[in-house]
């Protein structure tokens, strides 16, 4: 800070270039309320929960807090999520927890849109271009959601099949002196019921 402060009143850097050693890898992640999903569409709101991640080489520089009103009229950056580790793929691992950890609920926000592209093989191999984004267009479709839409219909298919086996009603057999209804078959809960 106090070399910027420095440079920026118009004195000479005093370091020399190979006397900056860049040490470890820092990933920047920008976090807005943009619905990735639908062209990055801006996404309006009052933040109702914030969870912010922590530990070690890891930076929340946000500006928003519960009951923050997210508008149309400004930038819609809520903030930067920042990591730092010894190596890129100790920091996309970083990165990818401190996203899991991030929670931001009344808008919609761009972190799962990040933590595709943490999982994403070219990004994690470096293999970046300004047209990343146009080279992977599956990044933008939402398949996660796809599968958590067919995973809850499955979930439903299956308890509806369990409450209609619970439901189900056996025909009494002829000449059966059980006495028994077939709502008392079926679990119906009034035994003085016949």
Same mark, same amino acid.
């Given at each position: 800070?106090?070399?910027?402060?420095?440079?920026?009143?118009?004195?000479?850097?005093?370091?020399?270039?190979?006397?900056?050693?860049?040490?470890?890898?820092?990933?920047?992640?920008?976090?807005?309320?943009?619905?990735?999903?639908?062209?990055?569409?801006?996404?309006?709101?009052?933040?109702?929960?914030?969870?912010?991640?922590?530990?070690?080489?890891?930076?929340?520089?946000?500006?928003?807090?519960?009951?923050?009103?997210?508008?149309? #009229?400004? !930038?819609? %950056?809520? /903030?930067?999520?920042?990591?730092?580790?010894?190596?890129?793929? +100790? =920091?996309?691992?970083?990165?990818?927890?401190?996203?899991?950890?991030?929670?931001?609920?009344?808008?919609?926000?761009?972190?799962?849109?990040?933590?595709?592209?943490?999982?994403?093989?070219?990004?994690?191999?470096?293999?970046?271009?300004?047209?990343?984004?146009?080279? #992977?267009? !599956?990044? %933008?479709? /939402?398949?996660?959601?796809?599968?958590?839409?067919?995973?809850? +219909? =499955?979930?439903?298919?299956?308890?509806?099949?369990?409450?209609?086996?619970?439901?189900?009603?056996?025909?009494?057999?002829?000449?059966?002196?059980?006495?028994?209804?077939?709502?008392?078959?079926?679990?119906?809960?009034?035994?003085?019921?016949?």
């Amino acid at each position: 800070m106090e070399i910027q402060i420095k440079m920026a009143a118009g004195e000479p850097l005093e370091l020399r270039q190979e006397e900056l050693v860049p040490t470890g890898h820092a990933i920047e992640c920008r976090i807005t309320s943009e619905d990735p999903l639908r062209g990055f569409l801006p996404s309006t709101g009052r933040i109702d929960y914030l969870r912010q991640p922590g530990g070690p080489g890891v930076r929340w520089d946000g500006g928003i807090i519960n009951g923050f009103e997210v508008g149309l #009229h400004y !930038d819609p %950056l809520l /903030g930067k999520l920042i990591v730092h580790a010894g190596s890129r793929d +100790a =920091a996309i691992r970083r990165m990818a927890r401190a996203l899991d950890e991030m929670v931001i609920r009344g808008v919609e926000s761009c972190i799962p849109f990040h933590r595709e592209v943490m999982e994403e093989e070219d990004f994690r191999e470096g293999k970046l271009s300004i047209r990343y984004l146009e080279d #992977h267009p !599956d990044l %933008l479709k /939402g398949e996660e959601d796809e599968s958590l839409l067919k995973a809850a +219909a =499955a979930t439903a298919a299956l308890l509806q099949e369990k409450e209609s086996r619970r439901l189900r009603v056996l025909p009494e057999k002829e000449g059966s002196s059980s006495g028994f209804s077939a709502w008392k078959r079926a679990g119906w809960p009034f035994s003085g019921c016949r």
